[in-house]
């Protein structure tokens, strides 16, 4: 029986779910990571070294990918500081100082390495030279890349299968790494509902609370917890009666999912007979099996920027062609559309060059401009993964025309030094652009000329059009998929797609919302790709609506002006029809 009193707290849910057990408190801000030093927390003096040494040589793995990127953007005087990182990174009187000190003291190779590069730190603070004494920062950003990769490695395999992380903030890295240990659940201070990390969480079928404020301080390692990713609450040492009301919304809950199983072999098509065109995003391998099986659909989003986040670099046009390879032949007939490299500012710079607004920065197919021979790379590994006719490319944050005109040259070159080798690729693969930036709806008609096809990607749609970041939890509030503007511009892209008969999909998180995928039916789009956790309750919606009731719901909705009146007609509409269904998905 648990004797601490329960106490619930708020933030937003960000992935369904519901999970029961123990936390996993991950302190990720190393530098105030507070050190374990009881003998029980230090391994044997062998593996703190081997654990040292690997640090160290992820750190140059990942110095040496940064600076080889920075070279295209930094001037000289800027590239040094890297140089002086690596160089540093390479002093094998330093790391044997390190060693030797790990041995003798019998301490963690964390501890030790802390200590000196303090020492280090003090004797360039105490120089007289100016230029010397600014060096202290370029420690400080290869100290942390070092500590951070130490207590990676260390944290991962200390997370114990089956625990809730209770975390200030995820990386999307993070997330992905944490998922290997069989994640029950995720709670953050700080994220948005349409983070990344939320994002992940969802295809990974992780309960997941987001924007909790201070849950990182809040729970102890010692407390139990429920995590409800429906109403987003995390409940801390709850009773045994919460306990119980709990296990019994989870029998519900699979209850329902088993229910859900019966349409999957029945048509997606609306009440009076409209067939919907509906796929799923898909972000794993491991999901690959579950939709051919239970779905049958095609791909409409593939986010390639997984296989980085996953290794922290580039991967080789060779490791991109087995994976693009792969997915081509287990989801064939149906398509994959592959959305090419769609990494941001933040996740490739390093402290020292961190931008102020990487939304507004470096990403997307501007980073695959900028580094062509990646960029090759990565078009060359679609095109030979391309021949059973079923692949399609997608390019990302696409802002002008130029990024289109350029983004062809770059194809074009890949596709003849292809046919220079005599490799086989689909002479007629389809390229679509993402609808995301405001200024790419305003200039649609000329895009959709130029494209097989527009992908509506609405969570950046969102956070360009309104001026709110998506990962913020300050103005999460602000974050509204149903504001007039959005749908405005939404109906203006679907349009221009009409006029220029190209089709138009939504694969942002706004199609797999139940009323909203009803409401974007109605407006015209030819296409759903829905988060594969939500696609049979989408189905069911479709299966549950009457097209033209849609039809008119949305010719109002796009006459108001408020959010509030979008919000409350659409409910209303939809509820007076299938009022009790959308409970159930909600
Ligand atoms: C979008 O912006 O809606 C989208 C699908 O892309 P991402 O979420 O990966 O930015
Ligand atoms: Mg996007």
Redesign the pocket.
């Known amino acids: 029986m648990n004797s601490k009193p329960e106490k619930i707290y708020k933030g937003i849910a960000a992935s369904k779910g519901i999970s029961i057990g123990k936390p996993f408190v991950y302190r990720a801000e190393v530098p105030s990571y507070k050190v374990d030093v009881s003998p029980a927390a230090i391994l044997s003096s062998d593996a703190e070294i081997s654990d040292y040494e690997s640090a160290v040589n992820q750190s140059v793995k990942e110095l040496n990918k940064i600076f080889s990127l920075a070279k295209e953007k930094l001037d000289e005087k800027n590239l040094q500081i890297f140089e002086a990182q690596l160089s540093f990174l390479y002093d094998n009187f330093f790391h044997s100082k390190v060693k030797d000190r790990i041995r003798s003291e019998n301490k963690q190779a964390f501890a030790v390495f802390k200590e000196e590069i303090q020492i280090l730190e003090n004797a360039i603070v105490a120089s007289n030279d100016e230029y010397i004494r600014d060096r202290v920062n370029d420690i400080e950003d290869m100290k942390n890349r070092v500590l951070r990769n130490l207590l990676k490695g260390r944290l991962v395999s200390k997370i114990t299968e089956n625990s809730i992380v209770i975390a200030r903030n995820l990386s999307p890295a993070d997330t992905i790494l944490f998922s290997n240990r069989n994640l029950l659940g995720i709670a953050t201070d700080l994220g948005g509902i349409n983070s990344h990390v939320a994002l992940i969480s969802r295809s990974l079928r992780i309960p997941a609370v987001v924007a909790m404020q201070e849950i990182s301080v809040n729970i102890a390692s010692d407390d139990f917890l429920i995590i409800d990713g429906y109403k987003g609450l995390v409940i801390k040492n709850p009773s045994e009666d919460t306990i119980i009301s709990y296990r019994e919304q989870i029998e519900k809950n699979n209850e329902l999912e088993r229910k859900l199983e019966e349409i999957e072999k029945l048509p997606t098509e609306t009440k009076d007979g409209k067939q919907v065109r509906l796929s799923t995003n898909l972000e794993f391998n491991n999901e690959v099996d579950y939709v051919v099986t239970h779905f049958g659909c095609d791909v409409g989003l593939y986010r390639t920027e997984h296989l980085f986040m996953e290794q922290g670099d580039f991967p080789s046009e060779e490791d991109q062609y087995k994976q693009y390879k792969f997915l081509a032949e287990h989801i064939y007939p149906k398509t994959v559309t592959i959305r090419t490299f769609?990494i941001g500012g933040d996740k490739i710079l390093p402290e020292s060059q961190k931008e102020l607004n990487p939304f507004l920065g470096w990403r997307?197919i501007r980073i695959c401009l900028d580094k062509k021979e990646t960029f090759l790379a990565q078009l060359r590994a679609i095109l030979k993964a391309s021949t059973g006719g079923n692949l399609k490319i997608m390019l990302?944050?696409i802002s002008g025309i130029e990024e289109v005109k350029k983004t062809y040259q770059y194809l074009e070159e890949a596709k003849s030094q292809l046919r220079s080798s005599n490799i086989r690729f689909d002479e007629k693969i389809q390229v679509g652009v993402?609808i995301?930036i405001p200024s790419a709806v305003i200039l649609a008609d000329e895009l959709a000329k130029m494209v097989d096809f527009f992908s509506i990607?609405t969570?950046?749609l969102v956070q360009y059009s309104l001026a709110v970041d998506r990962d913020s939890s300050l103005v999460c509030d602000m974050y509204e998929k149903f504001h007039p503007a959005v749908l405005r511009l939404i109906d203006m892209t679907v349009k221009s797609a009409a006029r220029n008969n190209i089709p138009v999909s939504v694969c942002?998180e706004m199609a797999s919302d139940p009323y909203a995928s009803l409401l974007l039916i109605g407006m015209g789009v030819t296409e759903l790709s829905v988060v594969s956790t939500q696609y049979l309750q989408i189905k069911r919606l479709i299966r549950l609506v009457n097209y033209e009731k849609s039809r008119e719901v949305a010719a109002k909705v796009l006459t108001m002006s408020t959010i509030n009146d979008v919000k409350t007609y659409i409910e209303d509409c939809f509820n007076k029809n299938i009022g009790e269904q959308l409970e159930a998905v909600n």
């Open positions: 769609d997307g990302p944050m993402m995301e990607g969570n950046d942002g």
